[in-house]
Structure formats: C-alpha cells, structure tokens
C-alpha cells in the first residue's frame, strides 16, 4: 500500500492542492495527515473542506488544532491580541462543520498496513529534546546552514547522527516497538531508519522552512517485505498564494504576519522564530510577564524589528 504522508498545512490551500494532486499521480491509496491544518495562511477552512472529502484518510490533531479548543466559548471582544490574529482568523473562519470534524479527531493513533504498525504524532519528544538536537529545530537549522551550507543528503545524515550521539534519545528509541513512526511539527522533512523502526516527518507541506519552497510530503510504501520511503517536492503557484493574502483580507487584518508569511514563502528560511523571540526580548525589557503579550509590547517589537535577524 502506498500512503501520502502530509503534515503542517497551516492554511496554505494553495500548496495542499498541488499536494493532493502529485499524490493522487503517484497512486496514493491512502493520506496520513498529522495535524496543523489552518492558521498561519487564511485558507484553513478551504483545507479542511478537501480534507472532509479525501478518501481513505487518517488524521490527527495537532497542537494548532488545540488553540482553537481554547478559544472555544471565548468572548469575541477577548480575540484582540495582535500575536494571534492568525489564530483568531482561522477560529472565526472555519464553518461550524469544519470546526466540529478537528474537535473530533484524535491527538494521536495506530495503524496496520500489512505486518507493520504505524504510529502516528504531530509531535515526538524523542526528536524534540531538552537540551536540543539542533538539526531538528527550524530556527537553529537556519543559523547552521547560513554558516555552512549543506545539501539535503548532508542533512539527512547530519540529523541522524546528532540523534544517535545522544545515548538518552538511543535508549528512549529502543523502548519502541518496531514499526513505523510519522510526525511533523518542526517544519523540516527528515526520515532514518534504525533498528527495525522507521520514522519519517514529512515536512510542512504549507509552510516548509528547510531552505526549499516547494511544498514537502512523502509517500511510504508499504510491502509485505518492507517499506519504501519517497520524499516529494511539488512545485506550486508563490505568487497566487501570496496574492491570495492581500485578496482574502489577511494583509490588512494582520499586517505583520502577513509579511513574515511572504518571507517564508519565497525563501523557505524561518523568520517566524527570530521575531518571536525578538517579540519576547521586548515584552522583558519593558517589564512585562503577559502572555499573549500586550499590543504595547507588540508595537514596540515590530518598530525595532529586522527581518534579518536570526537566531543563534
């Protein structure tokens, strides 16, 4: 069987279609989505209508999918705060249906596909540890490739050999059952195998921040012998997606973010990271401990802000 693994559509309809349908000529019999789906682009609600008419599918929640579960109930006068206008637009843009279908997926499942168990996460913790493998963290992934630049192969065996370095994380890997690991959550596509387990992050198909534009997935096919692993760019329209900001209304509403967005998208390098660290620098140097952050705080970081900053 042939499975198109999709994560981190954040609202990007445009990258998703294109997706669906390099999946669809590869002969994909069934999508594994692994959650982010609306907020950061507007389109959340056009992606989990598609999502509603895929056939076979399995999804999961992930943890975007959990403001909205926050939100719920919330006194629409409350959604003012600046530093999650994107989460506002993609709350108050979704169709009831729509909403209910995210409510009612589960944050994580299993699967079989012929003798092989698949598991699927938004997040793993072995991958996102304290302290961090950096390779597997967009923001450092950046600030490593701009002092050295490395292919993707380079990459793939980088990130694994960070993992493997870690005795804890090595330990932690061989509690786990044999059998097929997917999540997303970090932008960034990577698989490695070890040990008789596979674990596999397709990317984020709307919003991938591994220095290539192209909207990321991967189709695992399954055999009775084995597997194979096939990690695909699709080509799509930038300029439609990015127009498709200031013609939903976006740009207006969330001015900022909308131009983090367009950075992102012509780049593929993170810029979401740098400025929210530079927001939080901001909110401590003016003595303020609020989260979300007041719109005080914020108008002073987006005065000083640097689209060229980068973490380090």
């Not at 109930?73 to 705060?81: A, M, V, Y």
């Not at 967009?138 to 292919?151: G, K, Q, W």
């Not at 059998?179 to 490695?192: E, R, S, V």
């Not at 929210?276 to 005080?296: C, I, R, W, Y």
Request: with cysteine; glycine share 6%.
């Amino acid at each position: 069987m042939k499975h198109a693994i999709i994560s981190d559509i954040h609202g990007n309809y445009h990258a998703f279609t294109a997706v669906l349908a390099d999946a669809k000529a590869q002969g994909a019999d069934m999508f594994l989505l692994l959650g982010d789906y609306t907020s950061n682009y507007p389109f959340g609600n056009d992606v989990v209508s598609a999502m509603r008419k895929l056939e076979p599918i399995t999804a999961i929640r992930g943890n975007g999918e959990g403001y909205f579960t926050n939100l719920h109930g919330c006194d629409p006068s409350e959604l003012s705060h600046e530093q999650f206008k994107p989460v506002y637009w993609g709350y108050r843009t979704l169709t009831p249906k729509n909403h209910e279908y995210l409510a009612g997926l589960p944050e994580t499942t299993t699967i079989s596909s012929g003798k092989f168990e698949i598991h699927l996460a938004h997040s793993l913790r072995l991958f996102f540890r304290n302290p961090k493998v950096k390779l597997f963290h967009s923001d450092h992934f950046r600030a490593l490739m701009n002092a050295e630049r490395f292919t993707r192969d380079e990459y793939l065996v980088r990130a694994k050999d960070a993992l493997l370095s870690c005795p804890e994380a090595v330990a932690e890997m061989m509690q786990l059952p044999k059998g097929i690991y997917l999540f997303g959550h970090n932008h960034l596509q990577f698989h490695m195998e070890y040990e008789g387990r596979l674990f596999i992050n397709p990317g984020s198909c709307g919003e991938p921040l591994d220095w290539d534009t192209r909207a990321p997935y991967t189709l695992l096919t399954v055999t009775e012998s084995g597997w194979a692993v096939d990690e695909r760019r699709v080509e799509y329209d930038l300029e439609a997606a990015a127009d498709g900001l200031s013609a939903s209304g976006f740009t207006e509403y969330a001015p900022v973010w909308s131009e983090i967005l367009k950075l992102e998208l012509f780049t593929g390098k993170d810029h979401f990271a740098p400025f929210v660290m530079h927001l939080a620098k901001t909110s401590q140097n003016m003595g303020s401990t609020e989260f979300p952050v007041n719109n005080d705080v914020w108008d002073a970081a987006v005065k000083t802000w640097d689209a060229n900053m980068i973490l380090v």
